[in-house]
C-alpha cells in the first residue's frame, strides 16, 4: 500500500470531504427545525475512516468539518473561530477512532460484517460525544461568554443545549450506521475502494536476449 500522500489517496479524501460537506448543506437546508439542523456530513468520515483507515478518516473528518464551521462559525451561527476549529477537530476525532476500530478488530476483510461496522460506527462517535460536551461546557462558556448566555436565554441553560445537540446527532448516527451496514455488503463499492487503497501490480520487465 502506498503512503497517505498516494494520488489515488488523496483524490478519495478530496472526494469523502466533498461528499460530507454536501451532504451537510443538502441535510441542513431540507431538515433545518429551529437552531439546530440534520447534519449527514459523517458519511463521508465513515466511508474514509471504514475503507482508509485511522488517518485517513482523520483527515476527511476535517475536511467534512469545514461546511459546518463556517455555516455555524461565521454564516448561520456565532461560535466565530472557535466553531471554524473545533467542529472539524471533533469530525476529525469520529474518523480516527472509526478507522482504529476497523483496523484492530479488521473488521473491513470480516465477510457480513455489516452489523459491525454499524456497530464501529456508533462506538467511533462516543469521543466526539464528549469532546462535544467540553467543546460547550467549558470552551464556548469560558472563550466565549456572551455566546454562551444567548444559548443559555434561548435554551435554559448550556446543559439542555448539549442534551439537545447530542440526541439530535445519536439519530444521524444511527442512520449514518445502518446505511454502513449496508454498504459494505455492496460487492461493486468495495472493489471500487479496494482498487483505491491496492497497489497496481508492478509488471516485471522481461529482457530481449540477442540470439548468439
Known sequence: MGGIGDPRKIVFVALMGALGNVMFIVSQTIFKASQIALDLSHIGTFVAAVYGGPWIGCLTGLIVGIGPGLNFGYFGGTLGLLGVIGLPMGKALTGLTVGYITRFFKLKNTKRSAWKISLTTLIGYVPESIFTVFYFEWLVVVLLPDVAASFTLYFGSIHLLVLSILAKAWVEIALLSIFMGTLVGNNGFND?????????????????????
Do not use: E, G, H, L
Request: glycine residues 0%; hydrophobic residues 35%.
Open 192 to 212: 471500487f475502494v479496494t482498487r483505491v487503497f491496492t497497489k497496481s501490480p508492478i509488471t516485471p520487465k522481461i529482457s530481449a536476449k540477442k540470439p548468439d
